[in-house]
């Protein structure tokens, strides 16, 4: 059983998107719904659905970040049932935005403007954007979106600002792993936990020392069950106020969405046990954090490197792309 009162809230976030690839390659809008968001693939769906699944199995909560961008192409029609697929059974939706779909939009909102992250507009473009996503997913259903987090995490500190003139309190655009690559949020290389910014609060993705002077962030695709565990214990420990977890909708699939990837749902139902048995850890969302979560705790220290740890999950790792990301060669 979780504990209302423990010092660590775990939240458990998954960004939930259409794919603007697939969406280039001439896939619909339908066949793009059922791989990206439900996860259909050898007869199965291991999407948001499987996902939600063994979260409430652990009586545990999820903040799907979803991202309504593509209505620039198809209308906001399709978040329907995705918004309520996902508040009716308790989870949070929250605001991601990807802005690549920009490039595929049958009415621009900028003016034609195009580009990878949001962090490449303007500040004044940056309110246009995210207060026409916030408004399609608040009209699909949503609860009132207190949270955001930006595609590819290629936020700036405009981003922020634009945030904070929109009223959403919590911002999730810092991972340290990205601050070389569209990250430019001041100082996100070196945030780890809970901050005040520019009239917002941040809480960046969690992660661990790997190898000296390395960041891994703390998500499905990129860490170890082991490391996962070591690292939520460490903060459990160490009583960080946040431990942030991180995966996609479409992230139990193998790269090519031809099947599933046990590897990485073996990590993902194993995050969920370690959860729900492990004491001092309360399951969240951002409705539930209380903003004094930001002058309550010392910046964190990281769980320090292991090298048996990190070469186990490198063999791991090697071993799950050669059994779910080779080409199978019809018999």
């Not at 259903?141 to 959403?168: E, S």
């Not at 810092?174 to 990250?183: K, R």
């Not at 995966?247 to 995050?271: C, G, I, W, Y």
Request: net charge neutral; glycine share 8%.
């Amino acid at each position: 059983m979780l504990d209302d009162n423990a010092s660590t809230a775990l939240l458990i976030t998954v960004d939930t998107e259409l794919s603007a690839l697939l969406h280039q390659r001439g896939m619909s809008l339908d066949d793009n719904v059922r791989s990206s968001i439900w996860g259909d693939a050898k007869g199965g769906s291991y999407g948001i659905g499987w996902q939600m699944d063994q979260l409430e199995e652990h009586g545990l909560k999820g903040v799907f970040f979803l991202d309504p961008m593509p209505a620039l192409v198809f209308g906001p029609d399709f978040l329907k049932p995705i918004v309520a697929a996902i508040a009716e059974r308790g989870h949070e939706v929250q605001l991601h935005v990807h802005t690549e779909w920009l490039a595929h939009a049958t009415h621009s909102p900028v003016q034609g403007l195009t580009g990878r992250n949001i962090g490449d507009f303007s500040l004044g473009d940056q309110l246009t954007l995210l207060r026409m996503a916030r408004t399609w997913l608040e009209d699909a259903g949503a609860p009132a979106i207190n949270a955001f987090r930006a595609g590819n995490f290629g936020a700036n500190d405009d981003t922020l600002r634009a945030l904070a003139q929109l009223g959403i309190a919590w911002d999730s655009s810092v991972n340290p792993a990205y601050h070389q690559h569209g990250c430019r949020i001041t100082d996100a290389r070196a945030q780890t936990g809970i901050t005040r910014q520019l009239g917002m609060l941040e809480v960046p993705v969690s992660g661990i020392i790997d190898r000296p002077g390395s960041f891994r962030p703390a998500q499905l695709c990129a860490m170890s069950a082991t490391e996962m565990r070591a690292g939520l214990r460490h903060a459990v420990q160490e009583s960080h106020g946040a431990f942030m977890a991180l995966t996609h909708s479409f992230e139990m699939l193998s790269r090519d969405r031809q099947r599933p990837n046990h590897a990485v749902m073996r990590r993902f139902t194993a995050l969920c046990r370690e959860a729900a048995c492990l004491p001092g850890i309360r399951t969240a969302g951002f409705h539930d954090l209380p903003p004094s979560l930001a002058d309550e705790h010392a910046e964190p220290t990281l769980l320090p490197a292991n090298r048996i740890r990190t070469a186990m999950r490198r063999v791991q790792q090697v071993w799950g792309t050669w059994r779910y990301e080779r080409r199978l060669v019809p018999a």
